[in-house]
């Protein structure tokens, strides 16, 4: 892995000779690697071992999304803010589902760092919700899905937030919804 600074160096040194191609009169060579100098400059932004964790996680792969994360030795030197968050955006996911105070730790750094898609950091949100509904602060629960719903413009979360809101439903009434069977099938 290359650092953000040595992307950048290596991109202009492309580009200082491509400019050298093209006053030497060989057009091609200089649209080639200013092509080439294009991947440097795309992979400043966007890092090549998230982009690899990502198609991990597309099949489900989480020990290999692990092992493509674990290349990235300091994230904060490493990769763009953004890129940082998408960095622990991914490792919140991965181990939401073993560890719930190691998530929410992850999905809140991922937050206060910034996604650049809403419908990632609404669901980031949505796993926050979903957190603090599990550790009983129903009103941060609350706020978080609301602020999720909100995000989610191309309704690509709407089952899941419903049901999020349903689940909150049907846990501030579980007495009353099974108690009331309970006595129509008492008198019958």
Known sequence: MYNKIIKL??????????????????IGNGIMFILLSLIFIFLYFKNEFILLAFLRLRKQDFVGAKKWLDMIKNPSSALVKKQEGYYYYLHGIMVSQTNMNEAEKHFKKAISLGLSMDHDLAM?????????????????????LSEAQKLDKRNMLSDQIKMMKDNMKRAQMPNQHYGGQNQQRGRR
């Open 124 to 144: 980031a949100k949505l796993n926050l919700a979903g957190i603090a509904f599990s550790k009983r602060r129903k009103v941060e629960a609350k706020l978080l």
């Open 9 to 26: 160096i290596i991109a202009f040194g492309i580009i200082g000779y491509a400019v050298y191609q093209f006053v030497e009169g060989n």
